[in-house]
């Protein structure tokens, strides 16, 4: 029995017939679907001149890469923030000492039942930070906590055997971490880190609620222009695929990394000589 099948039966002629319907009617479906979306989107007149105007203007396809630059910003200085935030309350969590590992406990579990727009409002509203300091502070408050729990769930994850024979070397805690626990957990950690910095990504949007000139604040300016009759739809139609393409572009870079940490490291084998007969040594009287 091959691997494939040893947890299945083999599918039969009529099973594999009837999957193939399966299939079929699952394809029309989708297809109809997309037809139904198409023919409502051109019963309402979504792509008349008049609404894709707007995009042939260098003005506005200047706002939109302003705004598209201030996503990437608002993102980059976010997710550089978020994890060394993460990185500083995971260790807090992993001390020694009980009033630090207390205090970083506190902080990461406030932090993560607090909603972010809720956090963006207070620092922009009550603390008077600008719009791309909020947003920033925001979102690293927020996926710097999740982050920390990440990364003190991988760090956990590594057998206890690793900890204790690291120990018993004599290795302090700080090269136990760095040198035995870290580099084994990042695989662990790795995929939680992109999915969480993806996160971010898309709560960036959220800046536009704060005044913030990110791409959706400037998707929003665009469609809410009456010379152009309104142009939500073909707006929508334009960002999305362009965020979509962002996170895709983030879950690829995860899996490149994922699949080159996950390759065996090569070594090459050093020349061994063959066995000689050595000096015997003089029998025992």
């Known amino acids: 029995m091959t691997t494939a099948n040893a947890l299945y039966d083999v ?10 319907l399966y299939g079929i009617a699952s394809t029309a479906v989708i297809l109809g679907l997309l037809g139904w979306i198409l023919y409502l989107l051109f019963d309402t007149d979504q792509f008349t001149y008049t609404k894709w105007m707007p995009f042939e203007y260098k003005g506005i396809q200047e706002l939109l890469l302003r705004g598209l630059g201030n996503t990437l910003k608002a993102f980059g200085l976010a997710a550089v923030l978020s994890l060394a935030l993460g990185t500083l309350l995971a ?9 630090v590992r207390w205090l970083s406990t506190l902080v990461v579990e406030f932090f993560r039942a607090m909603p972010v727009l809720v956090m963006i409002f207070f620092i922009f509203v ?18 710097g906590s999740v982050l920390a729990e990440v ?10 055997g690793q900890r204790e024979a690291a120990f018993a070397l004599g290795m302090r805690k700080v090269h136990v971490m760095s040198y035995v626990l870290v580099p084994q ?12 910095l993806v996160v971010a990504l898309k709560d960036t949007s959220l800046g536009y609620l ?3 000139e990110e ?6 300016l665009i469609a809410s222009n009456l010379d152009y009759d309104l142009p939500f739809i073909p707006v929508v139609m334009v960002i999305s695929p362009i965020y979509i393409g962002m996170c895709m572009l983030l879950s690829w870079f995860a899996g490149w990394v994922s699949r080159r940490e996950q390759r065996s490291p090569k070594t090459e084998a050093e020349d061994v000589a063959p066995a000689e007969p050595g000096t015997l040594l003089p029998r025992m009287q």
């Open 185 to 196: 957990a990042v695989r662990a950690m790795l995929p939680a880190i992109i999915s969480q």
């Open 11 to 20: 599918p039969g002629p009529k099973t594999r017939k009837r999957h193939r």
């Open 210 to 212: 704060i005044t913030y």
């Open 126 to 143: 009550a603390l008077k930070v600008q719009p791309l300091p909020a947003l920033v502070a925001g979102l690293t408050l927020y996926n």
């Open 151 to 160: 990364f003190r769930s991988g760090v956990n994850s590594v057998e206890r």
């Open 215 to 220: 791409f959706l604040h400037a998707g929003k």
């Open 91 to 99: 260790v807090g969590r992993l001390s020694d000492h009980r009033p």
